[in-house]
T-cell receptor, first 114, second 114 residues
Framework: KAGVTQTPRYLIKTRGQQVTLSCSPI?????VSWYQQTPGQGLQFLFE???????NKGNFPGRFSGRQFSNSRSEMNVSTLELGDSALYLC?????????????FGPGTRLTVL | KQEVTQIPAALSVPEGENLVLNCSFT??????LQWFRQDPGKGLTSLLL?????REQTSGRLNASLDKSSGRSTLYIAASQPGDSATYLC?????????????FGTGTRLKVLA
């Protein structure tokens, strides 16, 4: 069974631009969560999608948005990029996103904002 | 505020040593706790998932325990090897602002010396 895949693996953008990251969950998994990882803040929860609906949201500004498609693939969009958005963005999939589910992570997308 | 804390932040041991990594959490009513491994610049690899009804989980040289009453989990690594060098993270779904979110510890950076 293929694992969680994320594309692209690396991105370099400039301030003010926008970016879209993609995540394909493990086959059969319907929940996709997104996280931002920085050296200073560690791993922080962005949002979770289940059945094409945002079910949970962390404390990030509205510039961070996402969506999920009917095949459970998810995209995350960051508009008006700031230097502080430079980070490793990780997505995780689980069967239903329930509290007892095991989470499986993708390799991440390394975003650098210049 | 719901928190997950990991001590120590960094650990350096000679090859062959047995070692224990600690994880503390603020909510004794957790559903589960998951241990991950992260190599530099990479995604997270799930090591062990302990459900709230379990006290221990084992996989090869790894053993994780969970004590909900004291809010602690430990990851025991037997006969450490240089290939075990990585950052180890624990995470648990904790009730935050009315919903459950996966909260991660800041990690323990382990270096096993040959």
């Amino acid at each position: 069974k293929a694992g969680v895949t994320q594309t692209p693996r690396y991105l370099i953008k400039t301030r003010g631009q926008q970016v879209t990251l993609s995540c394909s969950p493990i086959s059969g998994h319907r929940s996709v969560s997104w996280y931002q990882q920085t050296p200073g803040q560690g791993l922080q929860f962005l949002f979770e999608y289940f059945s094409e609906t945002q079910r949970n949201k962390g404390n990030f500004p509205g510039r961070f948005s996402g969506r999920q498609f009917s095949n459970s693939r998810s995209e995350m969009n960051v508009s008006t990029l700031e230097l502080g958005d430079s980070a490793l963005y990780l997505c995780a999939s689980s069967l239903s996103g329930g509290q007892g589910d095991e989470q499986f992570f993708g390799p991440g997308t390394r975003l650098t904002v210049l | 505020k719901q928190e997950v804390t990991q001590i120590p932040a960094a650990l350096s041991v000679p090859e062959g040593e047995n070692l224990v990594l600690n994880c503390s959490f603020t909510d004794s009513a957790i559903y589960n706790l998951q241990w991950f491994r992260q190599d530099p610049g990479k995604g997270l690899t799930s090591l062990l998932l302990i459900q709230s009804s379990q006290r221990e989980q084992t996989s090869g040289r790894l053993n994780a325990s969970l004590d909900k009453s004291s809010g602690r989990s430990t990851l025991y690594i037997a006969a450490s090897q240089p290939g075990d060098s990585a950052t180890y993270l624990c995470a648990a779904p904790l009730l935050t602002s009315g919903t459950y979110k996966y909260i991660f510890g800041t990690g323990t950076r382990l270096k096993v010396l040959a």
